[in-house]
């Protein structure tokens, strides 16, 4: 089966799909078991009525069924907020240790020093990764502009 990502997962509904990603958020409401899996392309929610033993941060791989949220449980907050993945398969690649840092948040209330110290960590924040994104971009359009004009990087 070919990996399917979250942001790919909304055009998906009704379909088998796997997903690769790092746990980022567990919920175990009794009954039903919800994981967050967060991937380079955003966050999808998975729910069980099987509980696994999977935590925060493990990577993980997913099969499941692609199916829409009902009415009243979409999250607006998500740009998959209108669907759920139904979990049929679930395999821990990577289990995690807690990390040194917390990794949520946007990292201002963490000592600087810990931050540069677990650099590796403070990356997985999305205030950070959307600073490289734009980063990315601003160096891809000065190149774009300057090849478009004649000139050769040395």
């Known amino acids: 089966m070919i990996r399917t990502f979250a942001d790919q997962s909304m055009e998906m509904v009704g379909k088998k799909i796997l997903l690769r990603g790092r746990a980022l958020k567990i919920r175990d409401h009794g ?16 729910v069980s009525k099987e509980k696994y033993d ?3 941060q493990d990577i993980i791989d997913i099969e499941g069924t692609v199916k829409n949220r009902p ?18 398969k679930l395999v821990i690649l990577s289990k995690s240790k807690t990390p040194p840092i917390p990794v949520d948040g946007d990292g201002y209330n963490v000592d600087e020093n810990l931050r540069l110290k677990y650099r590796y960590l403070d990356l997985r924040r999305k205030r950070l990764q959307d600073n490289l994104r734009l980063r990315h971009r601003v160096s891809q ?14």
């Not at 009415?71 to 049929?88: D, R, W």
């Not at 190149?143 to 000139?151: A, W, Y």
């Open 71 to 88: 009415s009243n449980l979409v999250n607006p907050h998500l740009s998959t907020g209108n669907i759920e993945v139904e979990i049929k």
């Open 31 to 46: 009954k039903i078991f919800f994981i967050d899996l967060l991937d380079g392309s955003g966050i999808v929610q998975t």
């Open 141 to 154: 359009l000065s190149r774009e502009f300057l090849n478009e004009n004649g000139f050769i990087e040395i």
């Open 54 to 56: 999977v935590s925060e």
